[in-house]
């Protein structure tokens, strides 16, 4: 394997205590260090090690990098929980998450509010599952459609809580998406499944790359440039 399950540890810098998320993945060539906001309860970062490298190392970039980290960390947007009466996005459209009882029952959209049953403590829990399961079931038949156009079979495909990467292709043709897209615009998940499809044809980001993307999607700059612009953004929620 490339990548080792990360390992964690918290430091404080100025009095300010910060996360520190480390990997190593082997093929990295240097310390690699980035911002990192998966965790709730403490802001963070996650540090890659090449192999060979150890934490000390990544830690002694940490401190050395000190300043760097409190600025950015300064300058996060503020998380945004899964909560009753909170607004979130779904498919680029403002929707009002509202908790309607304890009593069992489907989470399910209901014009501009998103309902979900069950207690109250489990909404957060239940509500990022439900993002799931909607993310893989506007993207499995994407995924078919457009490997069909290409003529190439895909592989598995997996929804995931990346933050490097929307979506990725493995050599195998195995796929995986950031479930975090379906709150995007339609166009943008249809760019991000266009991109990875493409790859079972082409590995690289070659010209011949893009020209398969932009006949597989009809909005490809218009998802790039939404990505590139709003992309951070949705990993502020849940």
Not at 8 to 14: F, I, P, R
Not at 145 to 174: M, Q
Not at 196 to 215: C, I, K, Y
Request: aromatic share 6%; net charge positive; hydrophobic share 40%.
């Amino acid at each position: 394997m490339d990548r080792a399950p990360f390992q964690e540890t918290v430091v404080e810098l100025s009095g300010r205590p910060v996360a520190v998320r480390f990997v190593r993945n082997r093929r990295a060539r240097q310390l690699i260090m980035r911002m990192d906001s998966s965790r709730d309860d403490v802001d963070g970062v996650t540090v890659t090690l090449p192999g060979g490298t150890t934490k000390a190392e990544g830690l002694a970039l940490v401190h050395d990098k000190a300043g760097w980290v409190l600025k950015m960390l300064d300058t996060q947007l503020p998380r945004i929980p899964f909560e009753d009466g909170v607004v979130v996005p779904l498919a680029g459209d403002d929707c009002r998450i509202r908790h309607v009882g304890v009593s069992r029952g489907v989470i399910r959209r209901q014009g501009d509010e998103i309902l979900v049953t069950g207690y109250p403590e489990h909404l957060g829990r239940r509500l990022k599952d439900w993002f799931k399961a909607e993310a893989m079931r506007h993207i499995g038949p994407l995924v078919r459609e457009k490997s069909d156009a290409l003529g190439r079979a895909a592989g598995r495909i997996s929804i995931r809580d990346t933050r490097s990467r929307w979506g990725s292709c493995s050599h195998d043709g195995n796929l995986s998406f950031c479930w975090r897209l379906v709150m995007a615009p339609v166009m943008v998940l249809d760019y991000v499944v266009a991109h990875e499809v493409a790859h079972l044809a082409e590995a690289n980001h070659g010209p011949n790359f893009w020209r398969a993307v932009s006949g597989l999607t009809p909005d490809m700059d218009a998802g790039r440039e939404w990505l590139r612009r709003n992309g951070e953004s949705l990993h502020r929620y849940g």
